[in-house]
């Protein structure tokens, strides 16, 4: 798909967001993002999951030119990243949130309004005045959930297709995690934005996220819309008298297996029937990810949205 394909098609819900082609970023102790090829829909809310050090902030980082790649490509709808062009499309909230401490929350808003070209001050003050923070005072005195906030109100004024979070509630409390969280839901909706956003918190990425990107050791174990993943997976539980896995496990692809006693419960993607006597559940997303972690080496999972082809992946 050219730019012009991607970027000019009426419909934006069936443009690009994110493509990435053979990704990598070596540091001098090694890869921390390698062979990364994936594809995300615009309109997407896209969880990006991992265990610490997986390589989602080098993600966000090469998606926002924050890091120089080693090889391969990124394309923001349809524009090399690198290219000026790509700029405008996105904004991005990184952990640390920088604001400038001695200025007033309206005049961090001011200046996002002198820094973007198409900025949204009715936007911007409308998430502000929600919380409620008071507009003249200093950034410096404000708590870590009002900072918060702030950041948030930065990151949509400019009022991007693309907003890319790493980590954005990790400093709130429950309930300003809730407010936030159903904040960005509305405003994404509303535009149409498609979100990327680092969590750990599992939970709030079942509530949040129809689509995810799951990272372990630099590389995607899973990726695509999340109601395919869930159910291409199957929670079984089974005699293994043993301890071993059964023999009729062969056919499939076994996630995670553990044994207690006689019995034993897995998480698979069948391949064909199961067997009779097992005893089978749909798993939750949770579930489905805790295994994905605990299992690194099981053979990568994407959806035909998500799939970049030719790149010898399975397809969900
Ligand atoms: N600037 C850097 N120089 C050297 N190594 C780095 C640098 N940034 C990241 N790394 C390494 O790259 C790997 C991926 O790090 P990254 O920060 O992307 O992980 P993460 O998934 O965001 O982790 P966390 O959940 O802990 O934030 C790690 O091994 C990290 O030590």
Redesign the pocket.
């Known amino acids: 798909m050219t730019p012009a394909d991607n970027t000019e098609a009426g419909d934006p819900s069936s443009a690009t967001a994110l493509e990435a082609r053979g990704l990598g970023k070596r540091?001098?102790?090694g890869w921390?993002l390698r062979d990364c090829s994936f594809r995300l829909p615009a309109g997407r809310i896209c969880g990006l999951v991992?265990p610490?050090?997986?390589?989602?902030?080098?993600l966000l980082g090469l998606a926002t030119r924050l890091v120089t790649p080693t090889e391969g490509e990124l394309r923001v709808f349809g524009v090399p990243v690198e290219d000026p062009a790509a700029m405008p499309r996105y904004a991005f909230l990184s952990q640390d949130k920088p604001l400038f401490k001695r200025f007033t929350v309206a005049e961090t808003l001011r200046m996002g309004a002198e820094l973007n070209p198409g900025w949204d001050m009715a936007a911007a003050e409308r998430i502000v005045r929600a919380g409620p923070v008071p507009m003249d005072a200093k950034v410096g005195t404000l708590s870590g959930g009002q900072r918060t906030r702030v950041a948030f109100a930065l990151a949509f004024g400019k009022r991007p297709d693309l907003l890319l979070l790493d980590e954005p509630m990790a400093d709130l409390d429950p309930l300003a995690r809730d407010e936030m969280s159903s904040l960005l839901l509305s405003e994404a909706v509303e535009r149409g934005t498609t979100v990327v956003m680092?969590s750990?918190v599992l939970a709030e990425l079942e509530d949040m996220c129809d689509y995810l990107l799951v990272?372990a050791d630099?590389r995607i174990r899973m990726a695509g819309d999340t109601d395919e993943l869930v159910p291409a997976h199957a929670l079984v539980t089974g005699l293994a008298p043993d301890g071993k896995p059964p023999a009729d496990l062969t056919p499939h692809t076994v996630v995670e297996f553990r044994a207690s006693g006689r019995q034993f419960r897995a998480l698979l993607r069948p391949h064909g029937p199961l067997a009779p006597d097992w005893e089978v559940s749909e798993p939750s997303l949770e579930e489905v990810l805790l295994a994905h972690l605990r299992s690194p080496g099981t053979e990568p999972l994407f959806t035909r949205a998500a799939r970049i082809e030719d790149e010898g992946i399975h397809a969900a």
């Open positions: 540091y001098r102790r921390a991992g610490n050090g997986a390589g989602k902030s080098t680092s750990h990272i630099g």
